[in-house]
């Protein structure tokens, strides 16, 4: 039996563009009919089996080539392990995406236990974050900087687009109106190159619902909290996004958290 290209190309759900290009490199060459009409054969169509199944371990078209007209048992045997090498590649990644996955179901699942604006007392690791350089982006900018710091990392942290964010905060705590400052960050498991170090310690933190606009009043109350108990504050105020636009359209569902380590006068 034989096929034209255009049923060929129906056939594996490819363009004819793309058959005419194998025939241009001599991956695929069809024979010609009449009026030098392209015309495939079972022979074409097991190499298109093949090149189908290769093209899925990411496997360039120059190594298909190569396979295609030297293929041996040995060879096959050497690619069928590096098909399985592939897979369980494969296997780990979504194993890995799934443990997110999950960590931030158990994240967001205790949102609702939250009592606004009490402060606790948290013991902290180290923990390691990427930040951008800038220290003084407006609040109506973080989202445009989170996603240029998502863009400056993504290639080296595959999985950064599961990971918690937020921002270093920088506020003038005698003027009211003195506009809030962030230098965003994105939470890693890992130290990599240019990786800031949250340092491990006791933190004073609470927890907020709603729009951004109640940042400023808790700070606030972080420090009096501070004060009136005699502890010293050690480093920056930081706030992390823990549900915002991404996860849900209503502001009231937004939850923030903001903390700052602490230590005894």
């Keep these: 039996m034989n096929w034209k290209i255009n049923e060929v190309a129906n056939l594996y759900d490819i363009s004819s563009h793309t058959l005419r290009y194998y025939e241009e490199i001599d991956l695929v060459v069809p024979m010609r009919g009449n009026n030098n009409y392209r015309i495939y054969t079972e022979e074409h169509l097991q190499k298109l089996n093949i090149i189908r199944d290769l093209r899925k371990l990411n496997m360039s078209l120059e190594q298909i080539k190569d396979y295609l007209e030297n293929r041996t048992v040995d060879k096959t045997i050497n690619l069928l392990k590096t098909q399985n090498d592939f897979i369980e590649k494969e296997l780990k990644d979504l194993q890995e995406k799934q443990r997110r996955i999950s960590e ?116 606030m109350k972080l420090k009096e909290y501070i004060e009136k108990n005699r502890y010293a504050s050690e480093g920056d105020f930081l706030a992390t996004y823990i549900i915002d636009f991404h996860e849900t359209i209503k502001v009231d569902e937004y939850v923030t958290r903001i903390e700052v380590k602490i230590r005894d006068l």
Excluded: M, W
């Design 104 to 219: 931030r179901i158990e994240l967001f699942a205790h949102t609702d236990q939250i009592k606004e604006g009490e402060i606790t007392l948290v013991e902290y690791p180290d923990r390691y974050v990427i930040a951008s350089l800038e220290k003084d982006i407006e609040s109506s900018h973080v989202d445009v900087s989170l996603k240029e710091l998502y863009k400056k990392y993504e290639s080296k942290l595959p999985y950064l687009d599961q990971n918690v964010f937020g921002s270093f905060l920088y506020f003038n705590d005698t003027h009211d109106n003195f506009p809030l400052k962030h230098r965003v960050f994105y939470f890693i498991e890992k130290a990599i190159s240019q990786t800031l170090i949250i340092p491990k310690g006791t933190y004073a933190t609470l927890c907020y619902k709603g729009n951004y606009t109640k940042t400023q009043r808790y700070l």
